[in-house]
């Protein structure tokens, strides 16, 4: 991942949170989307067109992907512009409050920028049109390149001062591209920003690959690869591109999701029939049996404090959820509902594990609180599994699959999300069908 | 009349005897339980030997009809001692992949151990486990999914 280096700077005193009026209760779902401007950045006059970047339309493509982000959260409208009263350079002065209210705006983004010496500088403020006071000011200084970053940041900023937690728009989804018949499924490695644009592929799609998790800086990934018809365990390194089996086991690994520090891989071992949870240290390369059970072990996943791990088995007959000690002891079963349930989870805010439940032939994304209790299933459909979590645990990305018809006719492949209030549904488009989505950590901390 | 009176029973009769036929075919069943037990995906390693065995919905137990065919296997493999064989365990599509990868290897390695319970060397016998990345039938149907819940021995060239 490229080093990117973004100055920071706080320009204006931030208003105290007891003077704002305006607050986005997001635990209620999209009930009432709260009614945003945001306003085109104003361009510097001085500043110029760059090779492979159009400087002059900065200001409106910055605004636009603040807009889409803010959508996207189902808990915000983002009003037409073509209502708006004032000029952006004269609105980011000093709004004409009572303008944009009459538009019926609750908060307004205003901004400007300018391109100098290869350097973008972007600062925007964030008004509250109720109270009629300015909320956030923060300026960026970055290469220009990075300006899809910049409107990602903003957005986090403002989400976060509207709502209270931490945004997810300066992240990445890591996931299976996926092409071809169904019975020959052409599967590559694929890397976006959240939102969908620039897309990078990572691997040519010569061997099946499945599963990528990020690690927690989201340089490296883990991933299953059946290189040379060998399905195990890989590690690439995103920026160099090198990549390497972890491990030396003699038989199929699977499964692999990274420890919260980053120092170890936690992954299935299959041998002779059987799939027990394994443990190897990045750095010592030393290997620990974490399950040992004639049943299927695997799904494993840390508890962000990564005292504790959750998996699935059927060592009761049938896929269940457990949890234990991260050194394999206390083994505890905690779904005990009709029905199977896997591919565990655990949430960035250690509270709740979502997971995937079939019942009667249809499939569930829900999530229930680590002991078990409080099952929630947010969405059902023919088809859907592997959740995963935004970096504030408020979001999960999943994949989902169609019914298909003789000869795999109708068959495809998406990434969907969905907030854990069980509200606000979204297909994430992607150049290609898609699976096994891995969010990122927030890129800029 | 009376010609048409025959005419029309014989009809009738002929009728009868096509809905019965339509009917027995309607009711031939290709499963046991949900286990396969059709032959449209099965290949032959030889004349008689079919390649591969189906598995119910998350089991991984044999039937009747599987040790039958594996012991089928296992006199080829005797009788042909140069040959190697991969077998790819395979899962349908209606559980999650990780679980299914599984699930596939835990098949393949039944499939294994009853070829070597008949003598055949286990270095002879690799396996590899496809999940559902690779169903045999693409459709989503229950005929499908038993299709697709299988075992197959595949020489090793």
Request: one cysteine or more.
């Amino acid at each position: 991942m490229k080093k990117i280096i973004i100055i920071f700077s706080i320009f204006f005193n931030l208003i105290s949170n007891s003077n704002a009026l305006i607050k986005v209760d997001i635990t209620r779902g999209n009930l009432d989307p709260l009614p945003i401007a945001v306003s085109p950045l104003h361009v510097d006059n001085t500043s110029v067109n760059l090779e492979n970047l159009d400087v002059k339309k900065l200001g409106v493509n910055i605004s636009s992907i603040i807009e889409k982000n803010f959508k996207s959260t189902g808990l915000f409208n983002p009003l037409k512009k073509e209502a708006f009263v004032q000029k952006p350079d004269i609105a980011h002065l000093k709004p004409r409050f009572e303008d944009w209210r009459l538009i019926k705006a609750q908060a307004l983004v205003t901004g400007k920028l300018s391109v100098k010496n290869n350097k973008l500088k972007v600062e925007f403020r964030l008004w509250d049109l109720t109270a009629s006071k300015e909320m956030i000011a923060l300026s960026f200084t970055t290469t220009p390149s990075n300006w899809r970053r910049v409107a990602h940041i903003i957005s986090d900023k403002i989400y976060e001062r509207l709502t209270g937690e931490t945004g997810y728009f300066d992240t990445r989804i890591i996931y299976v591209a996926e092409s071809g018949p169904k019975n020959q499924r052409v599967k590559k490695l694929a890397i976006m920003d959240q939102d969908g644009a620039k897309t990078k592929y990572l691997t040519l799609g010569n061997e099946l690959v499945l599963t990528p998790r990020f690690n927690p800086s989201n340089q490296m990934v883990t991933y299953l690869s059946y290189f040379r018809n060998l399905p195990r365990v890989y590690l690439l390194d995103i920026e160099t591109g090198k990549q390497e089996v972890v491990g030396n086991f003699p038989g199929m690994t699977f499964a692999p999701r990274f420890s919260p520090d980053g120092k170890k891989i936690i992954m299935s071992f299959a041998k002779d029939g059987n799939s027990d949870i394994f443990t190897m240290d990045l750095e010592t390369r030393v290997v620990e049996r974490i399950t040992e059970h004639s049943s299927i072990d695997t799904s494993p996943s840390y508890s962000p404090d990564g005292k504790y791990i959750c998996f699935n088995s059927d060592r009761s007959g049938l896929q269940q959820i457990y949890v234990m000690k991260s050194d394999g002891t206390n083994v505890k079963r905690i779904t005990f509902g009709k029905g199977i349930y896997g591919t565990p989870v655990w949430s960035p805010r250690g509270d709740l594990i979502a997971f995937t439940k079939v019942r009667k032939g249809r499939f569930y994304i829900g999530v229930m609180r680590s002991d078990g209790t409080g099952e929630r299933l947010l969405t059902e459909n023919f088809y859907q599994e592997a959740p995963s979590w935004s970096p504030n645990g408020r979001v999960l990305v999943f994949y989902r699959e169609t019914k298909s018809g003789p000869q795999g006719k109708g068959f495809s492949a998406k990434l969907w999300s969905i907030d854990i209030t069980g509200y606000n549904e979204r297909k994430i488009k992607t150049e290609t069908d898609a699976s096994d989505p891995s969010w990122s950590s927030l890129l800029s901390k | 009349m009376n010609f048409n009176k025959n005419l029309r029973n014989i009809f009738l009769i002929l009728f009868a005897t096509l809905a019965l036929s339509a009917c027995s075919t309607a009711k031939k069943s290709q499963t046991t339980g949900d286990v396969y037990t059709g032959t449209d995906t099965v290949e032959y390693l030889a004349s008689g030997v079919k390649d591969r065995v189906f598995f119910a919905t998350n089991k991984s137990s044999l039937t009747s009809a599987s040790r039958e065919t594996l012991r089928k296997q296992a006199t080829y493999l005797r009788k042909n001692k140069k040959l190697n064989v991969t077998i790819e365990g395979h899962a349908d599509e209606r559980g999650t992949r990780e679980y299914n990868l599984a699930l596939g290897e835990r098949r393949a390695n039944a499939a294994r151990d009853y070829l070597m319970t008949y003598g055949i060397s286990g270095k002879r016998i690799s396996v590899i486990s496809y999940g559902k990345e690779r169903p045999v039938n693409s459709e989503s149907t229950p005929l499908a999914w038993s299709q697709n819940r299988r075992s197959v021995t595949v020489k090793v060239k």
